[in-house]
């Protein structure tokens, strides 16, 4: 009896699997699946292959600190050793093979988008290619074994673009036409998501800061781009916060008075600090000569070696401890010390002309402004935090003039959706503050340098058609 029912019941089942292999048959053979599959193949390519050097490159980069941290425990001393040392390697390994893979990349990234074409004479290869991938590796990691307050997130941008422009560059001629230009704004998206564990800051960094085009163009790029970096990342490194979950109370109305105090002097700082910065880096291009630079960045590492023996440890390394503390522990002592520990740590570290990013020390120092700050008005420990996520946003926001992008970082750093106002309100005042001391970014100040450097940039507006005169005289191509 059970045969006579299950003939019937193989018999339909068999006929669905036909149809369903019919199905996917004619699927394939349509053309413009096809050419949908091939199109997104490349950001799926390039998506799991950042993630896993940003992965990579992040577990070598916090064992180059820890290294540093038990080298100076055996004596402080040993900082004016490491120090020169490691910042001269930084420095020629970027002066000899590879001048575009210094500093902190995002520069790069911005100018390859904007001088990015599907001709053959595109010249974004001159930011983003392997090369500068290697380079931009060993150079941070020979600066940060030294103690160098520097990050891996600017440089992981870079290398996501260089990632990214690499896999468009291999695609063979029959394949469906890609955007250049997608696929690198794509693959700073995706190396921001990977880099922070922060998907939507890498959708906002994309639109706020790399593009000028509709995100119409380029949203499913991007999403699938932060999607699948952000959860290899997490395959291998687990479901973490940046940040974990530091303990917040309820901001009142007068509260706010204090957020727009500590805003107000954060912003400013980080704007300061960026002019800082440019300031030593014109100083240090208008040296001539090899022995000037490497003199250059010898004079860099002994002002930080003196800033980590005259200021402390927090001098050191990206400024993760110096969060964790001030985020997590029973006690914190925040003084001024730190604040100029972290302000000048950074500046001589990013000054020397080596690789390394200015993402994650700008919110160590924005958290030390903040803990600094938040101490005059006798804080609770949630609103202690509070003021310190402010700080961090604020200072963020005042070197970056990204608002949007600082706010949704620190945010999904911490999973602390309740402060959300409050940090939008900080990155906001501190976007109108570092704007009236600088109309730029500092970012953009560097594209700016890095474009002038190029040759024939701007290219030559075309010739108009001969036929394509308005009336009022404006010229128009014709069809």
């Known amino acids: 009896m059970t045969d006579k029912w299950r003939l019937p019941f193989a018999d339909k089942a068999q006929r669905l699997l036909s149809s369903l292999l019919e199905r996917i048959r004619q699927f394939a053979v349509n053309s413009r699946a096809k050419d949908f599959v091939l199109l997104a193949l490349p950001y799926q390519v390039s998506a799991v292959l950042t993630a896993l050097v940003a992965v990579g490159y992040a577990k070598l980069f916090h064992y180059m600190e820890q290294w540093n941290g038990r080298l100076l425990a055996i004596d402080p001393r040993l900082i004016f050793l490491s120090a020169p040392i490691s910042f001269i390697l930084s420095w020629w390994l970027v002066f000899r093979f590879a001048p575009m893979a210094g500093g902190s990349g995002i520069p790069q990234l911005m100018a390859a988008v904007e001088v990015a074409t599907e001709k053959k004479s595109d010249r974004s290869w001159r930011f983003l290619n392997v090369r500068i991938i290697i380079v931009k590796v060993l150079s941070s990691l020979s600066l940060v074994l030294g103690g160098g307050a520097v990050g891996r997130e600017g440089p992981t941008l870079q290398i996501a673009g260089s990632i990214y422009r690499t896999v468009h560059k291999l695609l063979p001629p029959f394949w469906p036409k890609v955007s250049r230009q997608i696929m690198m704004i794509t693959g700073g998206a995706a190396g921001l998501s990977a880099a922070f564990n922060t998907p939507l800051g890498g959708i906002v960094f994309a639109v706020e800061e790399l593009t000028k085009t509709h995100i119409a163009q380029f949203r499913t790029a991007v999403l699938t781009a932060v999607i699948l970096s952000g959860m290899t990342a997490q395959w291998l490194l687990g479901p973490y916060l940046m940040l974990g979950y530091p303990k917040l109370d309820q901001?009142?109305?007068?509260?706010?008075?204090?957020?727009?105090?500590?805003?107000?002097?954060?912003?400013?700082?980080?704007?300061?600090?960026?002019?800082?910065?440019?300031?030593?880096?014109?100083?240090?291009?208008?040296?001539?000569?090899?022995?000037?630079?490497?003199?250059?960045a010898l004079g860099c590492s002994l002002l930080f070696a003196s800033a980590v023996y005259l200021l402390g440890p927090h001098t050191l390394g990206s400024g993760h401890l110096l969060l964790e503390e001030y985020l997590f522990a029973p006690q914190v002592d925040a003084t001024a010390g730190n604040v100029g520990a972290r302000f000048f740590g950074s500046m001589f570290s990013f000054s020397a002309g080596g690789a390394g990013g200015i993402f994650a020390p700008s919110l160590a120092s924005g958290a030390a402004v903040g803990g600094w700050i938040a101490e005059w008005f006798n804080p609770t420990r949630g609103q202690f935090n509070l003021l310190v996520l402010a700080g961090m946003t604020a200072f963020l926001t005042g070197v970056t003039r990204s608002p949007f992008t600082s706010a949704i970082l620190v945010l999904e750093m911490t999973d602390r959706h309740s402060a959300i106002f409050q940090l939008m309100y900080a990155a906001m005042v501190g976007y109108l503050i570092s704007f009236t001391i600088d109309r730029k970014s500092y970012y953009e100040r560097m594209k700016e340098r890095l474009l002038k450097a190029l040759p024939d940039w701007p290219p030559k507006p075309e010739k108009p058609a001969r036929n394509g005169l308005r009336s009022g005289g404006d010229s128009v191509t014709t069809e």
């Open 251 to 296: 901001a009142t109305v007068s509260f706010m008075y204090k957020i727009l105090a500590l805003s107000l002097v954060a912003g400013s700082m980080g704007a300061l600090f960026c002019k800082g910065l440019i300031a030593f880096d014109k100083l240090r291009r208008s040296l001539t000569g090899a022995w000037a630079q490497a003199g250059f």
